[in-house]
């Protein structure tokens, strides 16, 4: 409660806020560093800029009108960010030659195929593909439902929960930035599945700095895989592929339900499942991607547990009594 109090009469970042803050000066000093090597860093820049005018706007809207609705809107604009850095990994990316031939390696040393072409034809009928495709998508509403649901329940959890949520995709996202793998869906398409199933895995260094085509969704057309499809055309990339963000950040959302909210685990935890077996049977991630995304979900867990709690540690440190009047 003093927590709370304290949040309504200061104006100290939410954690959020200095989140986001970090992550855009980190990446724009990078941006900065490479920018001879990058033919987009104006709009980056850009983007930035829009991104802490936002940050700002919303301050000084809860300085001037300070209310619960004014203080949730500071904490839910970062929030709504994920979408937008997701495609600037890429931009990073075509910088580097990209790694997928020994992912690709990888898969047929651990597994003796490629299980992102195998499980598809295995399980190739419309009722699998909508199941898994569905799977795939659910990745969305899991995040809401998790974020939100605090809410609903125990509202002193949704900090934590955002917080928690928010630095784990920014671990992420700096993963991404300078580890260069499209997935199967871009590298086989790129080489040819004839050449992936023959193990045949060439490198292809800056291939993917200029070229964007990727295989068709598998399956048969239906509602789920088509909405997947159309949404992989639009705003896919040929970037994110290892660790598995879908994964690890699953695995992330399952843990905070389960300290949380666990009457939603038994709710959840069978999207969860499909959602895992979807990433390798829509071809996005190499089966090791997968594995990489359990290991570091929970790693993330962990590590952004208590980064929260050293910052909400601070924050409590810095309230005195005669801030409240005492």
């Not at 047929?108 to 199941?131: D, I, M, R, V, Y």
């Not at 895995?201 to 509602?223: E, V």
């Not at 959302?253 to 709710?267: A, E, S, Y």
């Amino acid at each position: 409660m003093i927590f709370l109090q304290a949040e309504q009469r200061h104006s100290k970042l939410f954690g959020v806020e200095a989140l986001t803050w970090a992550y855009t000066l980190l990446t724009s000093l990078f941006i900065a560093v490479l920018w001879p090597r990058m033919d987009t860093a104006v709009q980056l820049l850009q983007g930035r800029m829009f991104v802490v005018a936002g940050l700002i706007g919303a301050y000084l809207l809860y300085i001037w009108m300070p209310c619960p609705a004014t203080r949730f809107l500071r904490k839910l604009y970062p929030l709504t960010l994920l979408s937008y850095w997701y495609p600037d990994t890429y931009e990073f990316c075509r910088l580097f030659p990209y790694q997928d031939h020994l992912f690709a390696a990888a898969d047929l040393a651990c597994f003796g195929t490629q299980p992102s072409l195998a499980f598809s034809e295995w399980l190739s009928g419309k009722g699998w593909s909508e199941l898994f495709h569905m799977g795939y998508f659910s990745y969305y509403p899991m995040i809401a439902l998790t974020v939100l649901a605090p809410l609903f329940t125990c509202r002193e959890r949704f900090d934590r929960t955002a917080f928690v949520v928010l630095a784990a995709f920014f671990l992420y996202y700096l993963i991404y930035l300078f580890l260069p793998v499209a997935g199967p869906q871009y590298y086989f398409c790129a080489i040819g599945e004839s050449a992936a199933r023959a193990g045949e895995f060439t490198p292809l260094g800056h291939y993917f700095a200029s070229h964007t085509d990727m295989l068709p969704s598998p399956g048969p057309q239906g509602f789920f895989h088509d909405l997947i499809e159309s949404t992989q055309a639009g705003g896919e990339r040929p970037t994110a592929a290892f660790p598995s963000s879908h994964v690890g950040i699953s695995t992330l959302l399952m843990l905070l339900l389960w300290q949380g909210n666990r009457v939603l685990v038994p709710f959840v935890a069978p999207f969860y499942i499909v959602l895992c077996c979807s990433t390798v049977y829509i071809e996005a991630h190499y089966l090791v991607d997968v594995f990489g995304g359990l290991v570091s979900g929970v790693l993330f867990y962990v590590l952004c547990n208590k980064a929260y709690d050293r910052w909400a540690m601070r924050a409590t440190n810095h309230l005195r009594p005669d801030a409240f009047g005492f």
